[in-house]
């Protein structure tokens, strides 16, 4: 596809339970990001990677977040043991190589609703 | 400590006119910002930016404006259209690796 693709679009889960969302980043973009926008705030910086540095983790809210880029492409957001606080849209934008402040290109988000 | 804020959660404005939307950062370190525009259950998308060796940048109706010295930002839109109806959010490169973004200022405008 042209742009970048999150699934699922939507997730509701009940708290306790562990989630996986996903990423598929524009093709050639050797970064990517993942931020979170929950009810009525803005969008919050989670994890960065770019191609195979360490990626920055200073933005994950707390350890029972994790993320993995497989093969420099696809990422996985992963959430263990969600409470309801975890509530809110999760953001994935990749970006083309180049220097900082380079333009995002965002997804559509996942909502996550945690029961 | 929100090093990016945009302190007017809301605006309202009549089409045709002019909508000033604010963004104040802390950090006089900052070197590039940019606005980006996002409209409901879409991801935002990129609108205008400006480099900190530049004070103003236009792009067509919208126009970016950087006060260094007091660390300010302002995106004007003249004129306003019911089409840029939309959640804008302010960001700037922290010196950080990724773009640190403001809190948003919903933008309606009025037919």
């Known amino acids: 596809g042209a742009g970048v693709s999150q699934s699922p679009s939507n997730k509701v889960t009940e708290k306790g339970k562990d989630v996986e969302l996903r990423c598929d980043p524009i093709s050639g973009h050797t970064a990517l990001y993942w931020y979170r926008q929950s009810l009525g705030q803005g969008l919050e910086f989670l994890i960065y990677f770019q191609g195979n540095s360490a990626p920055d983790k200073s933005g994950l809210p707390s350890d029972r977040f994790s993320a993995e880029r497989t093969g420099g492409s696809v990422s996985t957001l992963t959430i263990q043991r969600t409470q309801q606080e975890d509530s809110a849209v999760y953001l994935c934008a990749s970006s083309p190589p180049g220097g900082v402040g380079e333009k995002l290109f965002f997804g559509s988000g996942t909502q996550l609703s945690v029961l | 400590d929100q090093q990016v804020k945009q302190n007017s959660p809301s605006l309202s404005v009549q089409e045709g006119r002019i909508s000033i939307l604010n963004c104040d950062y802390t950090?006089?370190?900052?070197?590039?910002f940019l606005w980006y525009k996002k409209y409901p259950a879409e991801g935002p998308t990129f609108l205008i930016s400006?480099?900190?060796?530049?004070d103003k940048n236009e792009d067509g109706r919208f126009t970016v404006f950087l006060n260094k010295s007091a660390k300010h930002l302002s995106l004007h839109i003249v004129p306003s259209q019911p089409g840029d109806s939309a959640v804008y959010f302010c960001?700037?490169?922290?010196?950080?690796?990724?773009?640190?973004f403001g809190s948003g200022t919903r933008l309606q405008v009025q037919p």
């Open positions: 400006i480099s900190s060796i530049k």
């Open positions: 950090n006089s370190m900052f070197d590039y």
């Open positions: 960001a700037s490169d922290t010196g950080r690796r990724a773009l640190t």
